[in-house]
């Protein structure tokens, strides 16, 4: 079966329990150049961050993801503590405050509720609760990540389907480009008949033989033929990473900028009006093939 393309962008969750001891595992993923992973773990499972990265990086190669991770203890399970360093920086404000604010002083319960000033520490779980509790977190985290992965697919199948659209418009004005008239044997003759009957009445002194090396020069300007096959070798190169899947988002980025390089070469190439239209159209097509791929892992 072949692999499918993955989104940048999902959410996943996933929540778990212990006795004594509840917590949830949170996934967001957005667009980003490479692997950037963000963790906020809740305090004291700050070893588990080798362990979550490695369990994303087994199947999420590209996109900036935040990794938060909540945890709740049943009943009191630890002490509060004054910080006292933040307590002398409040007294410190408020002798400051009395002399240029008139107002009655705080209250006791006011200033202790000031986040910072008390603190709440956690009794530590004895080791083998502990081992169990960081095993199911860890459960939970390839749990959220299959989640994720999954979410990234199906919003991976909905941008293939917008990808083989604007694919199946660039080959269709290829085709346009190749068929038109404006590139047909006569077509081109007469415009440089044209051309060199311009270039004759404003040079006069040029010689036969420079108006013909004049001719050749403009009819290889002319000539789009290498541009078209281009552009037909990067659809079906296009066709062929979209249906195979997998992290290809920078193949085609690569693929877009391509596109766009034909696109450019037919326009400045085109002498004739109505094909100009056609690589003007092809690349509106591009960018907005571009825009797509953008969110492509």
């Known amino acids: 079966m072949a692999a499918t393309l993955q989104s940048m962008t999902g959410y996943a969750r996933a929540a778990g329990a212990v006795p004594g001891v509840s917590f949830a595992i949170e996934l967001k993923s957005v667009n980003g150049r490479g692997l950037d992973l963000r963790m906020r773990l809740a305090p004291g499972f700050d070893a588990l961050e080798g362990e979550i990265r490695r369990a994303i990086g087994k199947s999420i190669t590209r996109g900036s993801l935040t990794v938060s991770l909540s945890v709740d203890r049943e009943g009191e399970g630890g002490r509060v503590v004054v910080n006292h360093q933040a307590l002398e920086a409040v007294l410190d404000g408020l002798k400051w405050l009395e002399t240029r604010v008139d107002a009655e002083k705080p209250r006791l319960d006011g200033i202790l509720a000031l ?3 008390l603190e709440q ?7 083998d609760e502990e081992e169990a509790l960081n095993a199911a977190i860890l459960a939970a985290v390839e749990k959220a990540v299959a989640g994720l992965v999954a979410a990234r697919k199906e919003e991976g199948a909905r941008i293939a389907a917008i990808l083989n659209e604007r694919i199946d418009e660039i080959a269709a004005l290829t085709k346009a480009a ?16 044209q051309q060199i009957a311009e270039l004759s009445e404003a040079t006069p002194a040029l010689s036969e033989e420079r108006l013909a090396q004049e001719a050749m020069l403009l009819a290889t300007k002319a000539d789009i ?5 281009r552009l037909v070798a990067h659809i079906a190169a296009a066709r062929q990473l979209v249906a195979g899947g997998g992290p290809v988002g920078r193949k085609l980025d690569f693929l877009s900028q391509e596109f766009n390089r034909e696109a450019n070469t037919l326009c400045s190439k085109s002498n004739d009006v109505a094909l100009t239209a056609i690589g003007l159209d092809l690349k509106a097509v591009i960018d907005q093939l571009r825009e797509q791929v953008q969110n492509i892992e």
């Open 115 to 117: 986040r910072g000033v």
């Open 121 to 127: 520490h956690e009794s530590p779980l004895p080791a």
């Open 178 to 193: 190749e068929l038109h008239p404006g590139r047909s044997r006569d077509a081109i003759l007469a415009r440089l008949r």
């Open 225 to 229: 033929r290498e541009e078209l096959d």
